[in-house]
């Protein structure tokens, strides 16, 4: 069985080889000699002299196997091949013959390396998919130049990864056990980088070669960890049997965990350097983070959140969470870097994992001593910390988090740096998170990122820097710097590429970058960063409202405002090209809407639940009472329900089972009921009308819009819609079911009820031009339509709408969603990445679209017509006003104003109707003018300057922006399809613009 799966293999080797010969135009043969060790592969020059030998085996072995290397050697010895390769399928390895012979280091025998498909069986890697990538890679080898010879950290680190890979293959791949096989790889790793220095008291790790049973592999490998571990050494755990193994798989599993450790012993990894073996370690660390879905920030994050919170004097430094030491040792390296005193630095490590890990990533050698002490139980403090760094992704650690603000021991200006998901910004889960927060610290920056991750894996990363609050004497506090930034890293300084990095030039740089991003009072906003400055109050007043949230003040508002004008004009709400009705309300369902069983099972005629169409086709009256009836946009509903439509008398009706049908309903007295009185005949429901899509009302998590190719009914459990122009119909669904339908809808909604769609929300659907449906190609999307659409979760590839981004989106939306945002109106890549992001958190939390509008509109007044708010020019000149040289005024609400004046003096007089409430008395005319059209913009309270010369100058700039703010509204608020949206936006707008 094992020669026929090499056989196999070998066989279509040749033919890889061959196919890749032929394509590549090289003047090469291809045979296969054999000899005592075998059968191998021989290419071969113009020559005759050897290219390369290749041992080919199936992929239950191993391409690092020893055995099968020696062999090959031999082989290749005899017949002077320069370098031969052993070739499992999964992986290519090639050797250079003499470096064998000569037993140097692996760095030096292996040429080239490289994966070829992630197959476990030759029958895998024969479909044409995989043999066509296996030719690719051979392709590449023939024809391009050898790779660079590979250091020994190069292939430590290439070697851990791809065993690790392996291994995770061999297991149902869940995140607990991608964990677990980390821990193991970790765990052998760290053992021989311990061996080596403490040969007296440990036994090196070695494995029986052929050991079949993977139970048997782990017990062993788990004998030696505990050993170790009892002599002293907590970071090993206390069993690795947690990894569950394939049966098909067992030999798998076997050659690679008994390669990784037979690898680790013929390394020598003790002569490795330690600038190399850091490296290799820190790389492969980072590489297993992702692998194990556990998110660590990445180093220019990390160095940019220390140097927000840089010091002079004496720092003590404690890292808690998933970091895993990382911001330890960029806080070491910071200080070293600057020439500062040696900080004290802990680590938080309470699991051997999280030992192991610090230990790993602080030393590389586990026999020096570490840079970073790391605490393995909740110890008392002797003093408290300058700094503390805290990082964490599950949501559920949240109440651990709010209490760890509350009592973490931090000197009176202490800094926190919080690495969070941006969930944490918005979600009502993480209300007491930053309640706690503001209850104690002042924020000084919050950063999001939206090109770049700021971790890897990605998951929307936030960081957050706070201080801590000195007394009551520090009322005052500065204000908040939350910064978007839209461009990498590398655009403002050096990216890092190793944790022990020290470069004096790149921190300063760091710091020039803060300095850019606190230029200015009021903030930026560029195509570099978007930096709003906050008051704390403010911040206070979000930190747990449904009403507004730190996120809003993030999203930059120039994205939704340049979308707005780009669909200006393409709009229109459906009601100007459809009718929109609510389905039928038999008032009987059980008597109009019965079943195909009940209609056999009584017999009624087909002539009432079957229909001729204008065609001459003859259809059944299908009837659609649920919305699970149909998953997808245009294929056939899974009704079995049928509409009785009877339109004659009963004198008409008579022998009929139609007719005894209606006998046995009025006998049981169900024409007696409210709902069916107001018909003639009862039993009659008169012309009922076909829709050409179905909305439901309820969308349970998807959104759908259904193309009635199948010309079903409705009954009230959905919304049709009735094209005017019925030739429209597979482009207006298309549209309504893209993202770009979707998003529109979302951003014009103007209420949210329980039910997920009313006739008047989706009569104004937006919907675009005549020009844009006739463009639309639906036969395009044909893979679209008929598939089942599934929850918008799945459909964009994330349920973290700030991950969200087109590479993650199911490609035939996308495609469908590209044609939308490319060649209708023209997005750029961060407006598509903001389309998709702010579907999901509309969709999420729906009353979030009105504050968003409300910011684009707002953006567009400031950079379009020049319209700043009151805030930003009449509130700072009263501000810097003494308390005795301004007047304060209460307006009762609803009220008009109205100047007028008498022989001594001047009034402003208010006006509810025709009836006056009350009379403001003024020194002055341009102080009552001011005081009238302060009350015409709807402030109720009114704050205006005593001082004449003030008031002058200051009135005509108000006259001004209120002949300014409705014209400019008009004109900013034309792109919004309904007037009922419109006059809620300019309301709210008029209330962030007039706003002192």
């Known amino acids: 069985m094992t020669f026929d799966a090499h056989a196999s293999a070998r066989a279509?080797?040749?033919?890889?080889?061959?196919e890749a010969v032929e394509r590549s135009g090289l003047s090469m043969t291809i045979d296969e000699p054999s000899t005592l060790d075998g059968t191998f592969i021989r290419l071969r020059h113009a020559d005759a002299s050897i290219h390369t030998l290749f041992e080919v085996v199936a992929p239950h072995h191993h391409a690092y196997d020893d055995v099968l290397r020696e062999k090959a050697r031999s082989v290749a010895t005899r017949m002077q091949a320069p370098r031969f390769a052993v070739c499992d399928l999964r992986q290519c390895v090639v050797y250079r013959t003499e470096a064998v012979v000569k037993r140097l280091y692996d760095e030096e025998q292996i040429e080239a390396a490289f994966p070829l498909c992630s197959v476990f069986s030759v029958a895998e890697a024969q479909t044409p998919q995989h043999r066509q990538r296996i030719v690719d890679v051979l392709r590449a080898y023939l024809t391009q130049a050898p790779p660079p010879p590979l250091t020994a950290d190069e292939l430590l680190a290439l070697r851990l990864?791809?065993?690790?890979?392996?291994?995770?293959?061999?297991?149902?791949?869940?995140?607990?056990?991608r964990t677990s096989v980390v821990r193991l790889v970790t765990s052998v790793l760290a053992y021989d980088l311990l061996q080596f220095r403490h040969e007296e008291t440990l036994d090196r790790l070695t494995l029986p070669y052929g050991l079949r049973s993977p139970r048997l592999l782990l017990d062993i490998v788990g004998a030696f960890l505990r050993d170790a571990r009892d002599k002293g050494h907590r970071m090993f755990p206390s069993r690795v049997s947690d990894v569950h193994v394939l049966h098909a798989r067992d030999e798998f599993f076997r050659a690679s965990l008994a390669d990784l450790v037979a690898f680790l012993q013929r390394m020598d990894l003790v002569r490795i350097p330690t600038v190399g073996m850091h490296r290799a370690i820190d790389r492969y660390l980072t590489w297993s983070s992702s692998i194990k879905e556990h998110p660590t920030p990445i180093l220019d994050v990390v160095d940019l959140a220390l140097r927000m919170t840089s010091r002079t004097g004496p720092v003590r430094f404690l890292e808690l969470g998933t970091t895993t030491g990382l911001a330890a040792l960029r806080m070491l390296h910071h200080a070293d870097a600057l020439g500062l005193d040696e900080p004290t630095v802990r680590v938080y490590a309470p699991t051997a994992d999280d030992a192991r890990m610090v230990q790993l990533r602080t030393t590389g050698r586990l026999d020096e001593r570490s840079p970073v002490t790391f605490i393995e139980q909740h110890e008392r403090v002797d003093r408290p910390w300058t700094t503390v760094s805290i990082s964490g992704y599950d949501v559920t650690e949240r109440h651990r988090l709010r209490l760890l603000l509350e009592r973490l021991p931090l000197v009176d200006d202490g800094m926190v740096i919080l690495y969070l998901p941006s969930t944490a910004l918005h979600e009502q889960r993480y209300a007491g998170v930053r309640n706690a927060i503001m209850a104690r610290f002042d924020i000084e920056w919050i950063l999001v990122s939206d090109v770049q991750p700021l971790s890897e894996p990605d998951v929307a990363l936030c960081v957050i820097v706070a201080r801590m609050r000195g007394g009551e004497e520090h009322?005052?506090?500065?204000?908040?710097?939350?910064?978007?930034?839209?461009?990498?890293?590398?655009?403002?300084?050096?990216?890092?590429?190793?944790?022990?990095?020290?470069d004096a030039k790149r921190l300063a740089s760091i710091d020039a970058f803060l300095r850019y991003l606190s230029a200015s009072e009021r903030g930026k906003n560029n195509n570099e960063a978007v930096v709003h400055v906050v008051a704390q109050t403010t911040l206070r007043t979000l930190a747990d409202t449904p009403h507004g949230t730190w996120s809003d003040l993030l999203i930059p508002a120039d994205v939704l405002?340049?979308?707005?004008?780009?669909?200006?004009?393409?709009?229109?709400?459906l009601r100007d090209v459809a009718t929109v009705a609510s389905g039928l309300r038999t008032g009987a369902h059980e008597f109009f809407v019965p079943d195909v069983e009940q209609i056999a099972h009584e017999g009624i005629e087909p002539e009432y639940w079957q229909r001729t169409l204008m065609s001459g086709a003859t259809v059944d009256n299908t009837v659609i009472v649920a919305a699970d009836e149909f998953d997808s946009i245009a294929t056939t509903p899974s009704t079995s329900h049928r509409l009785l439509l009877v339109h004659g008398s009963q004198r008409e009706m008579q022998g009929t089972n139609m007719f005894t049908r209606i006998q046995a309903a009025e006998r049981d007295g169900l024409h007696t009921r409210a709902t069916l009185r107001g018909r003639d005949r009862w039993y009659d429901l008169g012309d009922v009308r076909v829709p050409d899509i179905i909305f439901p009302r309820r969308h349970d998590g998807r959104w759908l819009a259904h193309r009635n190719t199948s010309h079903a009914f409705i009954t009230d459990s959905c919304v049709g819609v009735h094209l005017h122009d019925t030739s429209h119909a597979d482009a207006v669904a298309l549209w309504m079911n893209s993202t770009v339908g979707l998003f529109f809808a979302e951003l014009f909604r103007r209420t949210h009820t329980d039910i997920d769609i009313t006739v008047t929300e989706l009569s104004l659907f937006p919907v675009p031009s005549q020009q844009i449906l006739r463009d639309t190609q639906p036969r395009q999307h044909r893979e679209f339509q008929s598939r089942p659409m599934t929850p918008l979760t799945d459909e964009l590839g994330t349920t973290v709408a700030e991950c969200a981004r087109p590479d993650l989106v199911r490609k035939d939306r996308r495609r469908l969603d590209a044609y939308y945002m490319d060649s209708v109106l023209a997005l750029s890549p961060e407006e598509q990445r903001w389309m998709y992001r702010c579907v999901m958190m509309w969709w999420t939390e729906p009353t979030s679209n009105l504050r968003h509008l409300t910011a684009a509109i707002i953006y567009d007044l400031e950079v379009r017509h020049k319209l700043r708010p009151l805030s930003s020019w009449y509130t700072q000149e009263i501000e810097q006003l003494p308390t005795d040289a301004t007047r304060t005024i209460i307006v009762p609400d609803h009220t008009q104003a109205e100047v007028t004046s008498t022989m001594f003096s001047h009034?402003?007089?208010?006006?509810?109707?025709?009836?006056?409430e009350e009379i403001i008395d003024c020194s002055s005319k341009a102080e009552a003018e001011i005081i009238a059209v302060l009350c015409s913009l709807g402030k109720a309270t009114i704050e205006i300057p005593k001082d004449e010369i003030i008031i002058d100058m200051l009135l005509p700039q108000l006259h001004q922006f209120q002949r300014s703010l409705e014209s400019a509204l008009d004109a900013a608020c034309t792109v919004l399809p309904d007037e009922e949206i419109r006059e809620l936006v300019k309301r709210s707008v008029r209330a962030r613009m007039t706003a002192l």
């Open 12 to 18: 279509l080797m040749v033919q890889c080889l061959t």
């Open 161 to 177: 990864e791809w065993t690790t890979s392996d291994l995770i293959a061999c297991t149902h791949g869940t995140t607990e056990q």
């Open 475 to 502: 009322t005052s506090s500065a204000p908040a710097k939350l910064v978007y930034v839209r461009a990498p890293f590398a655009n403002f300084f050096l990216p890092c590429e190793s944790p022990r990095e020290r």
């Open 561 to 573: 405002s340049r979308i707005l004008l780009k669909a200006e004009g393409k709009l229109r709400p």
């Open 907 to 916: 009034a402003v007089r208010l006006l509810r109707g025709s009836r006056t």
